[in-house]
């Protein structure tokens, strides 16, 4: 009986010195944060998409506490703008208004036939390392829908032709497609920039 209460003194004993010391390092160590920056990040939408080119919204919100006027405060595509305006009101500036940008598919091939048959992993950047893809086209869709998986808003669909679609309304320019696309397929563009040459074909005509 006594061990045991002799191991239950030193244990508490333990924890309680454990304790005192977790408490003054946490007073030495800590680093005061600008109460703007939790204001900030309550405000953006928390997708962490990366459109705004930081990686996460906590980084923007930090970024944005920090930087003094240096980091535009309009770069957050899916909060819009409405959120930029609320941002404007936490740090006392006026943004300017930014204009929708989409991603655009810089291939329209149709029912492309296969130069060979591929049966490696169903995935455009596997397909992609056997000889650049198992289509006749070198440049153009190779159709397996890396980029619909990775769009974080569901804004592309494959059709019937297992060809990518982007909905625009749902896009947030985040770029992860156009970053998964091996063949570069993608580009973002702003929503007046509506004339585009569909295709990324590189090779000279005929002379
Ligand atoms: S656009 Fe690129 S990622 Fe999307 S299906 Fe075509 S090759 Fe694959
Ligand atoms: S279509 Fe591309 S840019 Fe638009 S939301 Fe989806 S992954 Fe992002």
């Given at each position: ?15 309680m ?50 930087s003094?006027?240096?980091i ?10 409405e ?85 625009e ?20 563009l ?18």
């Amino acid at each position: 009986m006594d061990v045991i209460i002799s191991i239950a003194i030193v244990m508490g004993s333990l924890g309680m010195i454990l304790g005192i010391s977790l408490a003054i390092a946490a007073r030495i160590f800590y680093i005061e944060t600008d109460p703007r920056q939790d204001q900030i990040e309550n405000l953006l939408p928390g997708v962490n998409c990366g459109a705004c080119g930081f990686t996460g919204c906590d980084r923007y919100a930090e970024a944005i506490t920090k930087s003094k006027d240096k980091i535009e405060i309009n770069l957050c595509t899916p909060g819009g703008e409405e959120t930029t305006e609320a941002i404007g009101g936490i740090m006392g500036v006026k943004a300017e208004k930014r204009e929708k940008r989409i991603a655009v598919l810089m291939c329209s091939a149709k029912n492309v036939k296969d130069k060979f048959s591929y049966s490696g992993p169903g995935n455009c950047r596997s397909a992609f390392l056997t000889q650049g893809g198992q289509k006749n086209c070198k440049y153009g869709c190779l159709g397996f829908g890396d980029c619909a998986e990775v769009c974080p808003t569901e804004a592309i669909y494959m059709d019937e032709n297992n060809m990518p679609h982007v909905i625009e309304e749902r896009c947030i320019a985040c770029g992860k497609c156009a970053e998964i696309c091996p063949k570069n397929l993608y580009q973002i563009l702003p929503v007046s920039n509506y004339v585009h040459v569909r295709c990324k074909n590189l090779d000279k005509g005929v002379s």
